[in-house]
């Protein structure tokens, strides 16, 4: 079981997030990451195989900052436990970012089709799919206007199949976390700020 924390707000988000995963180890996992944005830099990822503290060096070592941001713990079930298989997981304009907990069990017939579509994936988990979903329906319409994150994440939703729950930021739509799920609910907790949240 891996855990999801979500924060936007005035705090610096890195150890909010952080102090968040903290709490949530104690249902085990194998990589640990975080993606976080708002400081003009586009979206900043770290990520690192084994244990928390092997995250907090990467970003000791190449410290990030935001405003809004998210972090998960991954317990692998579709890939091996490997950085470049843990959470979180882009779309192909690394503009959208996702962490997600369960397992998509269509995601076969799913990656195949975005792949026809043109979608070029780096991992080999079953999370991917939902990066490249959100991306398939977030793109700008021909009259020049955009879906917003919310429809573009209902609609790559409403294409999966299984029990899990998720998480997602993109650059273009600052200080904004659009969570789903699919099965057990997300538990909201207030870490610090009454808009961060934990999923279990
Ligand atoms: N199925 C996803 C993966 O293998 C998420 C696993 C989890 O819940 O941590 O990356």
């Given amino acids: 079981m891996c855990g ?7 705090k610096r988000v ?3 997030i952080i102090d968040g995963l903290k709490r949530l180890e104690y249902r085990g996992y194998d990589s640990a990451g975080i993606a976080v944005c708002g400081n003009g830099e586009g979206l900043q990822i770290r990520r690192a195989e084994g244990k928390l503290r092997n995250l907090e060096e990467v970003i ?5 900052d935001g405003t809004y941001g998210i972090g998960h713990t991954r317990w692998a079930t579709h890939g091996r436990p490997t950085e470049e298989n843990a959470h979180p997981h882009r779309d192909c304009t690394g503009r959208v970012v996702v962490v997600h907990n369960g397992i998509i069990e269509n995601y076969v017939v799913l990656k195949k089709k975005l792949i026809e579509e043109g979608h070029k994936f780096s991992t080999e988990t079953d999370t991917e799919v939902i990066a490249h979903l959100v991306e398939k329906y977030y793109l ?3 009259n020049g206007s955009r879906p917003s994150l919310e429809e573009a994440v209902r609609k790559a939703v409403g294409q999966l199949s299984g029990v899990f729950a998720l998480a997602v ?3 273009d739509e600052p200080n904004k976390i659009v969570a789903a799920r699919n099965g057990p609910p997300a538990a909201r907790h207030s870490l610090s700020h009454p ?3 934990l999923s279990r």
């Fill in 169 to 171: 930021i993109a650059v």
């Fill in 60 to 64: 000791r070592l190449k410290p990030l």
């Fill in 195 to 197: 808009r961060s949240f």
């Fill in 4 to 10: 999801i924390v979500g924060y936007v707000g005035k």
């Fill in 14 to 16: 890195v150890p909010v």
């Fill in 140 to 142: 700008k319409r021909s």
